[in-house]
Structure formats: C-alpha cells, structure tokens
C-alpha cells in the first residue's frame, strides 16, 4: 500500500504566526498534490493542489511547496488566523487512480 | 451549489446488527467513495465506485459491502455492524477525469455497542 506520511499530527501557532505542515510520498508516479481542509462537524474540502510541473503554488495566505527530488511536499499558511483552525489532509495519486490521505495535522491558532 | 448528503449525522448500533449508510449526490459525478476516519489514521478508503453497479474495494474493504443502483446513490453496508467498526463514516464524489476535486459529504458518526 503506498503511503503519505504527514507530520506533524497536531500544531499550536499564535495568530500572526506561520503554520507549516510537511508530508512526504513513496510512489515516484504520484503527480497531483492536494490539500484538504477539515473544520470540525464538516467533510474536508478541497483547499489548494499543485501538479510537479511547478515547485511553488500560492492562493491568498496558502503555499504549497513542491520537493520532487525529495519526494516531499509542505502547506505553509502565512499569518495563521483563528478562522484557520481546522484538520489538514494531504494527498496524492496519478492520473485517475485513488487518492491516498495522509494521517492529518490538527491545527490550532491561539490569540 | 454542489452538495453531498449522507442520511444520517449520528447513528447508533448494536453488534450483530445489519446497517446502511446512504449517500447521494446531485453533481452527476462518476465517481463515488467511502472513506473511514479515525484519529491518527486519516482518510482511510473503504470501496469507491466508477460507475453505476461497479463497485472496486479500497484500503479497508472487510466487514463492509456497497450498492450502487443508481448514478447519484452509494451505499455502504455492514452486514454485521462490530464494535470496531466504531467511526466517522465519509462519503465523497468526484468526476471520471484525472485530478479532479473529491466533494465530501458532512459525514455519519456511528457508534457500535
């Protein structure tokens, strides 16, 4: 079974902050990277992808950061707001094959 | 607005008991999914479907069945609901094409005594 190993599980970061959440994948044909966006009582929604075409893909105060040779990929969130406190999923997969989920980063923004 | 409904928020069972899990989607999407979650575990994938009566196991398939008899309803099944089957249950749909967005449904909470 391929895996995405994602870390940390959980994460405290004081509003204003940067919140950086790190997964790593085995399978080398993996080529779509989404993260997921989980607030409490809801399903997880689709917050930013990026393709390894590219290394960098910005939306608003989201990153992802694309490491092809290091087979890792990161969503770095630039001044963490209370409102950002959610579960964050990573994933990955080829073509139309399944997604595989990583474990999941529960994120906290303190005031 | 897209949306995926799941019949029930918060479900209780006894062991032994046969339970369903009704999803449905009105996105005419190809695909659809069950996932588990557990704390520390993820996403885990129980069976998805491609098409209406195909059926594909996932990561996690024992002790679960699936139904689709139509374009816009999955359901999963346990024949006989266990106590580790305790859980958050996740339906999700998505088009047939490569990278395309899964939408989730808000999940069912069940609860096996």
């Known amino acids: 079974q391929q895996q995405v190993k994602q870390s940390p599980q959980s994460l405290i970061v004081q509003k204003g902050g940067i919140s950086i959440i790190n997964c790593a994948y085995e399978?080398?044909?993996?080529?779509?990277f989404p993260w997921y966006q989980q607030f409490p009582g809801k399903g997880p929604a689709l917050l930013i992808a990026?393709?390894?075409?590219?290394s960098e893909k910005k939306e608003g105060r989201f990153t992802i950061s694309f490491n092809k040779s290091a087979k890792q990929f990161s969503l770095h969130i630039m001044d963490s707001q209370p409102g950002d406190s959610a579960t964050y999923f990573c994933?990955?997969?080829?073509?139309?094959?399944?997604?595989?989920f990583g474990t999941g980063t529960r994120l906290t923004i303190i005031p | 607005d897209v949306k995926v409904t799941q019949s029930s928020r918060y479900l209780v069972k006894r062991t032994g008991e046969k339970v369903f899990l009704e999803c449905v989607q009105d996105?005419?999407?190809?695909?659809m999914f069950w996932y588990r979650q557990d704390p520390g575990l993820g996403l885990r994938l129980i069976y998805f479907?491609?098409?209406?009566?195909?059926?594909e196991k996932g990561d996690i398939p024992e002790g679960y069945s699936v139904s689709r008899e139509k374009k816009e309803r999955f359901s999963l099944i346990l024949e006989s609901a266990s106590t580790n089957q305790t859980s958050m249950y996740l339906c999700?749909?998505?088009?047939?094409?490569?990278?395309?967005?899964?939408?989730f449904g808000p999940g069912t909470r069940l609860t096996v005594l």
């Open positions: 999700a749909s998505s088009f047939w094409a490569s990278y395309n967005e899964q939408f």
């Open positions: 994933a990955s997969n080829f073509g139309n094959e399944k997604l595989t």
């Open positions: 479907s491609y098409d209406v009566k195909m059926k």
């Open positions: 990026i393709r390894p075409d590219v």
């Open positions: 399978n080398t044909a993996f080529d779509y």
């Open positions: 996105m005419d999407h190809e695909n």
